[in-house]
């Protein structure tokens, strides 16, 4: 039975929640963004069009406990394994949707893949994604309970990572989700919580968050951040 996009996602997170793995999975790449709708409920915010890739964060490997085959409870519905670059990183691939795996790198950090065999696959090793984990929130989705970034860290995450694509497209992409995500927290008036959050970053990340808002003319964002540099 052929299934919409969203509609594959969420039957995604119901077997990874029944298997008893998704309370240990943080989802950190663009479907937060239509996910963040819960967060939003009182003020205008309109998510952005999501793409194929479905990123899962694991924070803690070691704490999970369970061992599921991944790549074999999800086959039903249409995935199958591949591969990305040349180190042999696992992902699970549907015409409509790419799941990957992402460990927090740690220590001198390594290029090779991380194992998760109580999963069946492996993960890639990336730095600074404690970023997104150090303030999260939970929502709740068509009965599930979701782990995500706070708003916050993901949108300035995203003015960050923008300034390091290669692909104009992804760049634009990346900016303009950070930006309306901003724009939605200070409509919900959280401008001292952008604030703090801001405040935790390292003065080289500042400087390409402010680059990125002065390149899309939004004198208000940076007004809001300026006490700090």
């Given at each position: ?7 594959l996602c ?133 009965g599930l ?85």
């Amino acid at each position: 039975m052929e299934k919409s996009q969203y509609e594959l996602c969420i039957e995604v997170l119901r077997r990874l929640e029944k298997t008893g793995v998704l309370k240990h999975l943080v989802i950190i790449g663009s479907w937060c963004i239509p996910f963040y709708k819960e967060y939003f409920t009182n003020v205008r915010y309109i998510p952005s069009i999501r793409t194929r890739d479905i990123d899962f964060l694991v924070p803690k490997p070691r704490s999970i406990e369970v061992k599921v085959d991944l790549p074999e409870i999800l086959k039903d519905l249409g995935f199958i394994i591949g591969f990305k670059g040349s180190k042999g990183f696992i992902r699970l691939e549907n015409p409509d949707l790419i799941i990957e795996f992402l460990v927090p790198e740690r220590g001198r950090g390594t290029d090779k893949p991380h194992p998760l065999p109580q999963l069946g696959l492996n993960a890639q090793t990336l730095r600074f994604l404690g970023f997104l984990t150090d303030n999260v929130i939970h929502v709740k989705v068509e009965g599930l309970s979701l782990t995500l970034p706070h708003p916050a860290n993901f949108a300035l995450h995203k003015l960050i990572v923008s300034q390091r694509r290669k692909i104009d497209e992804k760049m634009i992409k990346d900016s303009e989700a950070g930006l309306n995500i901003l724009k939605a927290l200070v409509d919900k008036g959280e401008n001292s919580l952008i604030k703090q959050v801001y405040k935790t970053i390292p003065q080289s990340w500042r400087k390409k968050i402010k680059t990125v808002l002065r390149d899309l003319k939004e004198p208000s964002l940076l007004e809001l951040l300026e006490y700090f540099d």
